[in-house]
């Protein structure tokens, strides 16, 4: 179902302009209007999805089964070096409809990490309490 209020869902349904890469299915590839490098794309899916958690779990392998196609297509296509892959989930989130962002890297290309502030456990059992919350919400759990 599409969101009328959403830009992406506008882009997909041909209302608004963008550089599509791939332009069919049930996900869709078109130019990021605010590249970090010429070349970033974001792969949608058709259905107006916000979060990844959001998207049924049928719907994963269409969504990274595109993401690989487009970030091999990114370097041969591009003469790059690499690719970065990234998704927001709410924060840092500026668009509510699902995307993947597939940014084709170079060498010196100056992102340097993409200014991550990294931080340290204080010791192996803090670190092990963290993994075991996570551990805990698993849906389905592990084992
Ligand atoms: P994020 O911040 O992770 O939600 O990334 C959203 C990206 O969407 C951002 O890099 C810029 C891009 N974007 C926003 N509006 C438009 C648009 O109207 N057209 C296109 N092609 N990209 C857009």
């Known amino acids: 179902m599409a969101?009328?209020?959403?830009i992406f869902c506008r882009i997909i349904a041909g209302e608004?302009?963008?550089?599509f890469v791939i332009g069919d299915g049930d996900v869709l590839a078109f130019l990021d209007a605010?590249?970090?490098f010429p070349?970033?794309?974001?792969v949608v899916p058709r259905e107006h999805v916000v979060t990844l958690p959001d998207l049924a779990p049928d719907r994963v392998e269409p969504v990274f089964a595109t993401v690989?196609?487009?970030a091999a297509a990114v370097v041969r296509g591009l003469d790059a070096d690499g690719s970065f892959v990234a998704l927001n989930n709410v924060v840092s989130q500026s668009v509510p409809h699902?995307?993947?962002h597939v940014v084709p890297r170079r060498r010196k290309d100056g992102l340097r990490g993409f200014f991550w502030p990294r931080t340290k456990y204080a010791d192996d059992a803090e670190a092990e309490a963290i993994a075991a919350?996570?551990?805990a919400a698993l849906d389905p759990p592990e084992g």
């Open 39 to 42: 070349g970033h794309t974001l």
């Open 34 to 36: 605010r590249p970090l």
């Open 68 to 70: 690989r196609r487009v």
């Open 3 to 6: 969101d009328a209020g959403c």
């Open 133 to 135: 919350r996570v551990r």
């Open 98 to 100: 699902l995307h993947v």
């Open 16 to 19: 608004v302009p963008a550089q």
